[in-house]
C-alpha cells in the first residue's frame, strides 16, 4: 500500500466513525429540549403576585423581614417597625417591636397606638415576640419575663366586654408573625409589570378586606369603613401595592398604600393625612428564627387576668401586650411590680349614680382603703401618701350588676404618670 493509499484508507476510516457516532446523516437532528417554564413568571399576568408568595414560603423556607407601619401628619411621623425572621415551613417567627410616635400628637391617639397602663401613663413603646404554632409569648421592654399565650390565652380581652386584644394580629396566616403585609398578597392581583435585573416589579391591586388582618383592632376599628362584622371590613377600592419580586420568583419588597381608610367621620386621625405599610424580604432561605424564648416563660392563662379579679395584697404588671387598660399581669411580690393592690370595693346593686359620683364613690372608698392597709403595701408607692383607683363605667355597672372599684398603689418601676385617678391620703 502506497502512503497516498494509506491516507485515504484513514480518512475514510475516521468519516464511518464519525457517521457512526452522529447515527448518520440521513435523518434530521434531534430537536432542542423546550425552555423550561418559569414558575410565576410563565404564568398569567394576575397570578403572579400570589404565586410569587406561594414560592417564597415553600421553596423559599424562612427569611428576614423588616415591617412598617407609617401614619404621615403636620405633627409628624408615627411608625410601628415589627422586625424579625421567619421560618414558613415550621410555622415559627420572632420579632422587636417598637413604635416611635411624636410628642405632639393628641393623647387619644398615643392611646390607641401604645394602650395606656394605669397610673403609668402610655404603655410600652417596645416589645418582643415569638410564635409557633401553639403559643404566642409576648415580653415587653421593661418586663424580665415573658408571656405564653395559648390560643384560648391571648384573647382575655373578651372578659372586659372591651373586645379582643392587641395580640390578636401578631399571631399570622400567611407567616408565623402577623399583620405584615404578606397577609394580603394573597388576595393581590398584578395590574401591570416593569421587568429589572433578573426580577420584576409589579404594580397591583390589593383587597381592602384585609385591613382587618393589617392592622390591630383598636386602630382598625377607628379608620373608615363599613363594619361587617368578625373584624371585617370593606371599602370601595382595593389599596394601591407595588411588589418586588427576584429572579427566583420570591418576594423582596412591598409597599402598600392604606390612605383610602383614613376620612371616618369623628375619628381620633383626623389629622393624619396617609397611612402606609412596607415589607422587606431578606437572607431567603438563610434566616431560621430560634426556637424558642429564651429566658423566665410564665402562662399567660394562670398570670394575665382583669384588674377586678386580683386579690388584695398581690402584685401586677400593667404590660400585658394586650393594649387593655383592665388586663394585668398578677406576678409574685419578689418580682419588680408596676404596683400593689391594696383593696377590691363592691357598691353592689345601686342604680348608677353618673360618671362624677360613680368616680366619688370610688375616691371615698379607696381613701378608707389606704388607711387600713398594711404599711408593707402603702410603703412600696412611689409616691408617699399617694393611691390609685379605677371605677366602673355606666356600660360596666349595669353589666355587673352594680359598681366597684379596685384600689392600689404605683410602685417606682412604673414612670409617666397618668392624671386624675389617684389621691392623696
Known sequence: MTRRTARLAAALAAALLLTACTGGGDGPAPAAAPPTK????????????????????????????????????????????????????????????????????????????????????????????????????????????????????????????????????????????????????????????????????????????????????????????????????????????????????MITHARADLSQLLGKKGSPFRDVTAVRMELALSGIGTSKPSAAAEGTVLPAGRTVRTVWEVEAGHCVDFTTGQQNVELVADIPCSRTHDGRVLAQVSFGGSAYPGASAAKGQARDACRRAYRRASADWTGEADEKGTYWFMWSDERSWRRDGGGRAVCYVVTPKGADRDSGARDAS
Do not use: C
Open 38 to 249: 418559569h414558575p410565576v413568571f410563565g404564568e398569567k399576568l394576575e397570578r403572579q403576585v400570589f404565586l410569587a408568595l406561594r414560592r417564597t414560603q415553600k421553596e423559599g423556607g424562612n427569611a428576614r423581614f423588616t415591617q412598617t407601619l407609617t401614619f404621615e401628619s403636620a405633627k409628624g411621623r408615627a411608625v410601628r417597625t415589627v422586625s424579625g425572621r421567619l421560618d414558613f415551613a415550621g410555622g415559627t417567627g420572632e420579632a422587636t417591636i417598637r413604635w416611635q410616635v411624636p410628642e405632639a400628637y393628641s393623647e387619644e391617639v398615643k392611646d390607641l397606638l401604645l394602650g395606656r397602663a394605669p397610673g403609668q401613663g402610655h404603655g410600652d413603646a417596645a416589645g418582643r415576640l415569638h410564635v409557633d404554632g401553639q403559643h404566642l409569648t409576648y415580653r415587653a421592654d421593661t418586663s424580665d419575663y415573658w408571656l405564653r399565650y395559648g390560643r384560648a390565652d391571648y384573647d382575655t380581652g373578651r372578659a372586659t366586654g372591651q373586645g379582643p386584644g392587641a395580640l390578636d394580629h401578631l399571631r399570622g396566616t400567611e407567616a408565623a408573625v402577623g399583620g405584615t403585609l404578606l397577609e394580603g398578597l394573597s388576595g393581590t392581583e398584578a395590574v401591570s409589570r416593569s421587568d429589572g435585573t433578573g426580577g420584576r416589579t409589579y404594580r397591583a391591586e390589593m383587597t381592602s378586606t384585609v385591613s382587618a388582618l393589617l392592622l390591630p383592632d383598636t386602630i382598625a376599628s377607628q379608620l373608615a369603613g363599613e363594619d361587617l362584622g368578625f373584624g371585617l371590613y370593606r371599602e370601595k377600592k382595593p389599596f394601591p401595592v407595588t411588589v418586588t419580586v427576584d429572579g427566583r420568583g
